[in-house]
């Protein structure tokens, strides 16, 4: 089995696609790495504000760009064990060892004039890890679709966003303060507005917490959560007013205290709890 570098697993985990073996793995490597925290992190964050955000409509030029780029990028050639030699008979190219096939050049249509239709041996080429190739695809793929929100309105920021959503439950006609649960840390007031799709969250008297560490706050579906935001206390115990947005089927809201940069799903239990039904 091929081992692999669970420093590459934070894009697969940041939208759990890692198996249990690998995702038990990088949560082990996790604890020892600061870099790997602070990726996934942001892979986990990136991808939470491009799940709020899908009802953005695609440009419609995206399709036809997609394709044209499609049309000139080349593709991984395919593995074989055997393939054809020059004079049609089967000639068998030695792998890397490991039980890796070897990689076999895929030449353009024209290419056997010129070469005499002879296979070239990449066998010196390993072929990448699968779960490597996942885990890149999966930051690519977030880079990819945030540029296409970005590109679809440039004045559309996330802070914009956001303080429309302010905007919008701060003046909402169906706007409710909401309780904090029992036992909630500190003096938070909720805001929430379902015509807005939004609730505004108030701070105050929250305890300080030590360097390494940061209150992260969360939307509670049943049992998924997503990541909102980090959030720090200032000296008098306040922290920045926040606003999430909240959907049909979300239950609660909640902070837990995480490792600093945050995590991607809740380390511990809540120490502020919003419900949103009864």
């Known amino acids: 089995m091929m081992a692999h570098d669970p420093s590459l697993f934070a894009g697969g985990a940041a939208l759990n696609a890692l198996d249990e073996l690998e995702a038990a793995q990088f949560r082990r490597h996790l604890e020892d790495c600061p870099t790997c925290q602070v990726e996934l992190s942001g892979f986990a964050e990136t991808a939470a504000r491009l799940g709020a955000a899908s009802s953005e409509p695609a440009p419609a030029s995206m399709r036809s760009s997609v394709l044209a780029a499609v049309a000139v990028t080349r593709q991984l050639p395919p593995l074989t064990d055997d393939v054809a030699g020059a004079d049609g008979t089967g000639s068998a190219v030695a792998g890397s060892g490991g039980g890796d096939g070897p990689w076999r050049d895929a030449a353009p249509a024209d290419a056997g004039d010129r070469s005499g239709g002879e ?65 909630s840390t500190g003096d938070t007031t909720v805001v929430v507005s ?30 998924q959560t997503r990541s909102v935001t980090t959030l720090n206390p200032a000296a008098d115990g306040s922290m920045p007013e926040t606003v999430a947005a909240v959907h049909l089927g979300d239950t609660a809201l909640g902070v837990t205290v995480e490792p600093a940069g945050g995590s991607p799903t809740p380390t511990t239990t809540p120490v502020i709890t919003v419900p949103l039904s009864a």
């Open 194 to 223: 379902a015509s807005c799709g939004g609730a505004l969250l108030s701070f105050a008297d929250v305890p300080a917490l030590d360097a390494d560490q940061t209150y992260q706050l969360w939307v509670i579906s049943g049992d």
């Open 119 to 183: 296979v070239v041996d990449l066998a010196s080429r390993r072929r990448p890890p699968t779960r490597w190739l996942l885990s890149a695809a999966a930051a690519v793929a977030i880079a990819l679709i945030g540029l296409s929100f970005f590109l679809v309105n440039r004045t559309s920021t996330t802070d914009n966003d956001a303080d429309a959503l302010k905007r919008c439950v701060s003046t909402a006609a169906d706007r409710e303060q909401l309780p904090t649960a029992p036992g």
